[in-house]
Nanobody
């Protein structure tokens, strides 16, 4: 199977920056789309940013110009650089990936356990 492990969350003041990382491990053959979702208290989970295997990216409107998603295919890792953070960015951030791994013919979708980002003074 495949595991996704996020890191880099924490407490940051408004206007500050954080960099999230998500490393995929397991019997991976290929990783297709990777993305970051977030879920704030009392709200539904939403897609923040995604990146396909070719490097094309997509962002939710509220983070455009502030967040940057990237990936390192040699390390099976996706990153989310978050700048100019606002209180409304406070949420648990989850990594998501479509992965083809040994023993199956098609890709499967996996989630990390999440990392908490708190933006507060």
């Amino acid at each position: 199977q495949v595991q996704l492990v996020e890191s880099g969350g924490g407490l940051v003041q408004p206007g500050g920056s954080l960099r999230l990382s998500c490393a995929a491990s397991g019997s991976i053959i290929r990783i297709y789309d990777m993305g970051w979702y977030r879920q704030a208290p009392g709200k539904e989970r939403e897609l923040v940013a995604s990146i396909n295997s070719g490097g094309s990216t997509n962002y939710v409107e509220s983070v455009k110009g502030r967040f940057t998603i990237s990936r390192d295919n040699t390390k099976n890792t996706v990153y989310l650089q978050m700048n100019s953070l606002k209180s409304e960015d406070t949420a648990v951030y989850y990594c998501n990936a479509d992965v083809r791994f040994r023993g199956v013919l098609s890709s499967r979708n996996f989630w990390g356990k999440g990392t908490l980002v708190t933006v507060s003074s």
